[in-house]
């Protein structure tokens, strides 16, 4: 799973990496289907992130079942906690 605790994350976008920390399940029936709490550990050069967020940030991003999928392009996986 992209969004499991301990895996690192790059919002493609921004170029800004996260650690996940938790993530839950929300209510069915809802348009958002998880709830995600990340440590930001690098702010990439996009100014656009820069105006967001900070290093040691903690966030959570409520996402879609685009973010959720396998081949989305938003969220890259750089590094997961099962390959250590």
């Given at each position: 799973?992209?969004?499991?605790?301990g895996n690192i994350?790059e919002h493609t976008?921004?170029?800004?990496?996260?650690?996940?920390?938790?993530?839950?399940?929300?209510?069915?029936?809802?348009?958002?289907?998880?709830?995600?709490?990340?440590?930001?550990?690098?702010?990439?050069?996009?100014?656009?992130?820069?105006?967001y967020w900070k290093?040691?940030?903690?966030?959570?991003?409520?996402?879609?079942?685009?973010?959720?999928?396998?081949?989305?392009?938003?969220?890259?996986?750089?590094?997961?906690?099962?390959?250590?």
């Amino acid at each position: 799973m992209k969004f499991e605790p301990g895996n690192i994350l790059e919002h493609t976008p921004t170029k800004t990496r996260w650690i996940v920390l938790t993530n839950k399940s929300l209510p069915k029936n809802n348009l958002y289907k998880q709830s995600v709490k990340a440590f930001c550990i690098y702010v990439g050069t996009h100014s656009r992130a820069r105006e967001y967020w900070k290093i040691n940030d903690i966030n959570e991003f409520v996402l879609t079942d685009q973010d959720l999928h396998p081949e989305d392009y938003v969220w890259k996986i750089k590094h997961h906690e099962k390959q250590i």
